[in-house]
């Protein structure tokens, strides 16, 4: 009879240790499967980095990666039509997935945001009657009645 329960002693320790075994190798292979899913994203280190804002709203900024990447900002802050807002300048080069280094010049103010870069499409140009018609516009004096038509 002791030999018996010795032995199924020895049985469920097998058995068990067995079964530890299955559950840490299905653990890692789903630890496996997780990270072969998410996508993988270097660590890109800031190599230089500049931050001043100024007691009069004027600011400045830049930064340069460890990829290569750069990005410089000037602006101030600006009054237009009695609303507070932000005039800037800058510009932003970064490597493209597809190899290739992309620049980008910008100004940002009450007109907009206005991109400047030689990947970025451009309107057609106006066509040449539109263009003298413009022309001719701009000689003739203003109208009497101010701007625009009265209906």
Same mark, same amino acid.
Not at 14 to 24: C, E, F, L, T
Not at 47 to 53: G, M, Q, R, T, Y
Not at 132 to 138: F, I, M, V
């Given at each position: 009879?002791? &030999? ?16 530890q075994? $299955? ?9 496996h499967?997780?990270? $072969?899913?998410?996508? @993988? ?16 709203? &004027? ?7 460890? !990829? ?27 490597q493209? !997935? !597809?190899g &290739? ?12 945001? @206005?991109?400047?870069? !030689?990947?970025?499409p ?18 003739l004096?203003?109208? &009497? ?7």
């Amino acid at each position: 009879m002791m &030999k018996l329960v010795v032995l199924l002693a020895v049985f469920s320790v097998i058995v068990g240790a067995q079964k530890q075994h $299955q559950q840490q190798q299905q653990h890692q292979q789903q630890q496996h499967h997780q990270q $072969q899913s998410l996508p @993988r994203y270097k660590e890109i280190p800031i190599v230089n980095l500049e931050n001043v804002l100024e007691v009069d709203g &004027k600011f400045r900024y830049s930064y340069e990666g460890g !990829d290569g990447t750069r990005a410089a900002q000037d602006g101030q802050q600006i009054v237009v039509n009695n609303q507070v807002g932000t005039a800037s300048q800058g510009q932003y080069t970064y490597q493209g !997935d !597809d190899g &290739k280094t992309y620049s980008i010049s910008y100004i940002a103010d009450e007109n907009g945001y @206005r991109p400047v870069g !030689d990947h970025l499409p451009t309107p057609p140009p106006v066509p040449a009657p539109i263009a003298r018609a413009l022309a001719h516009l701009a000689t003739l004096p203003p109208s &009497k009645d101010g701007p625009g038509r009265k209906f």
